[in-house]
């Protein structure tokens, strides 16, 4: 039987990226996504992709998509924690703390809720066991200028990548995390234009196909669960990461 996963801001960026590759190598698909019109085009598109549209920061509409999950496969094999978002680059006394508090709601809180419900279903089911992939970022251990708030959602994040992955040993629950730099995304389009660097100028980046991103998860996710890549940073290469700044 196909193999199943659950992947979030599945239907755009990275998420498409990423879901469409599992697709096309025979796993069955949870898309989930706030903007249910989007999700429901990308499920209606590939025969073994399911529509469960909800918000990543409400608990109770993630419950109910793993529910409808577990119900419709009997089984829920991974989760790809994908969704998020970024704020525009401003030193620390520009960013609005309404602005950072979404942020955190998004990145931090709504990957937390979406965990929390991969955990319960994998705990409980048979056989017991399943894999939590968590969307990290290079920003998780070395900042770019004026991300103070995704910086510190991406930290938090390595934080609750190496909790799942030690409360998840009894369940046989593993957990990782995926760092990304310059995935050429909608979001990081901006790149090719010219960005802030630290020293204050502007500088195109160079940027890397984002299947490059699709095929490290699903690298991640094939793994049996006796084996577990802990953390992987894939980038473009030539970007300004090591000594960045």
């Given at each position: 039987m196909s193999k199943t996963i659950i992947i979030t801001g599945g239907?755009?960026?990275?998420?498409?990226?990423?879901?469409?590759?599992?697709?096309?190598?025979?796993?069955?698909?949870?898309?989930?996504?706030?903007?249910?019109?989007?999700?429901?085009e990308m499920a209606d598109s590939h025969e073994n992709a399911l529509a469960l549209p909800a918000d990543v920061t409400d608990h109770r509409q993630i419950d109910a998509a793993f529910a409808r999950a577990f119900d419709t496969w009997g089984r829920i094999d991974a989760l790809?924690?994908?969704?998020?978002?970024?704020?525009?680059?401003?030193?620390?006394?520009?960013?609005?703390?309404?602005d950072w508090r979404q942020l955190f709601d998004i990145n931090v809180?709504?990957?937390?809720?979406?965990?929390?419900a991969a955990f319960a279903t994998m705990r409980k089911q048979d056989p017991q066991g399943g894999r939590i992939i968590n969307n990290g970022s290079v920003s998780a251990y070395v900042p770019r200028w004026g991300s103070a708030a995704y910086t510190a959602s991406k930290h938090a994040i390595t934080g609750l990548t190496r909790s799942l992955s030690l409360d998840g040993r009894p369940f046989n629950i593993a957990c990782g995390q995926i760092d990304i730099g310059n995935a050429l995304?909608?979001?990081?389009?901006?790149?090719?234009?010219?960005?802030?660097?630290?020293?204050?100028?502007?500088e195109v980046e160079p940027v890397m196909d984002?299947?490059?991103?699709?095929?490290?998860?699903?690298?991640?996710?094939?793994?049996?669960?006796?084996?577990?890549?802990?953390?992987?940073?894939?980038?473009?290469?030539?970007?300004?990461?090591?000594?960045?700044?």
């Open positions: 239907a755009r960026g990275i998420g498409k990226a990423t879901a469409e590759q599992f697709l096309a190598e025979g796993w069955r698909v949870g898309i989930v996504g706030r903007t249910e019109a989007n999700v429901a790809f924690n994908n969704a998020g978002v970024s704020l525009k680059g401003a030193t620390p006394d520009e960013i609005d703390v309404d809180t709504g990957s937390f809720i979406c965990a929390r995304t909608d979001m990081v389009q901006a790149m090719t234009q010219g960005v802030p660097q630290a020293d204050g100028h502007i984002v299947k490059h991103v699709a095929d490290s998860v699903l690298h991640m996710a094939s793994l049996p669960l006796g084996a577990n890549v802990q953390f992987m940073t894939v980038m473009a290469s030539a970007m300004p990461y090591i000594g960045r700044g």
